[in-house]
């Protein structure tokens, strides 16, 4: 199957500070790319849509300000978590899908990236 | 965006077969049925995909009724390495659709 790859695995950062996450579909392009947190013993929480070239669309009660999304190319999409607190600390997951023009009918997930921040 | 009701949880021995049952009773024309396993601290895998009678593939079987507002994941031989969180997913099949996941099934294999 298609392999999408997060980066870093996990990080700790500091209170205050921003955190990038980056999201590559490796063999495919990627129209769309969905952005999830998860919580321990929590299912996953969708936060974003990110389409290709145009804004990302956030779910109900997401900062958008906070949880900046950028979907410049059809092979990458990043989440800056800003000014991080404690609170976000969180498993954040992306997906990635072929848009309508693809042949796979799955969405496929990267492994999550665990952000601690202390 | 349909909603799915699963066990929030189940146990089962070694080398048996599980079945897990997902409620989607408003389940639209054009949405599949999904299921993918999560271990602790990685990211969902995809397990199978249907939309009516059966599927099967190396690792599962969906069991889909005729009037589609259930399925059922079937595992055959389960062991330990299996143990994982279970989820069933509905929606529009094309990939760009978003996806929703309820609360999943905690399985549990016991030796």
């Known amino acids: 199957g298609a392999v999408v790859s997060q980066h870093p695995s996990w990080v700790i950062c500091k209170s205050g500070t921003s955190v990038k996450i980056e999201c590559r579909s490796l063999d495919f392009q990627a129209t769309t790319m969905f952005w999830y947190r998860q919580f321990p013993k929590q299912s996953l929480m969708l936060m974003a849509t990110?389409?290709?070239?145009?804004?990302?669309?956030?779910e109900q009660g997401v900062e958008k300000d906070k949880f900046l999304i950028n979907h410049a190319s059809l092979t990458l999409s990043t989440l800056t978590v800003t000014s991080a607190h404690p609170e976000d600390s969180s498993f954040y997951i992306c997906s990635a899908s072929g848009g309508p023009e693809a042949r796979s009918t799955e969405a496929f997930f990267g492994q999550g990236t665990r952000l601690t921040v202390v | 965006l349909a909603k799915t009701t699963q066990p929030i949880s189940m146990d089962s021995y070694e080398g048996q077969e599980v079945n897990i049952t997902c409620s989607h009773n408003?389940?639209?024309?054009?949405?599949?049925i999904t299921w993918y396993q999560q271990f602790p601290s990685q990211g969902p895998r995809f397990i199978i995909q249907?939309?009516?009678t059966k599927v099967t593939n190396e690792v599962a079987s969906l069991f889909i009724p005729a009037d589609r507002k259930s399925s059922t994941l079937s595992l055959p031989r389960v062991s330990l390495s299996d143990t994982a969180v279970y989820y069933c997913?509905?929606?529009?099949?094309?990939?760009?659709?978003?996806?929703?996941f309820g609360i999943g099934t905690k399985l549990q294999v016991i030796p």
């Open positions: 249907g939309y009516k």
């Open positions: 408003n389940i639209a024309t054009n949405d599949y």
């Open positions: 997913l509905v929606g529009d099949a094309r990939g760009y659709q978003k996806v929703t």
């Open positions: 990110s389409n290709e070239g145009s804004k990302a669309t956030y």
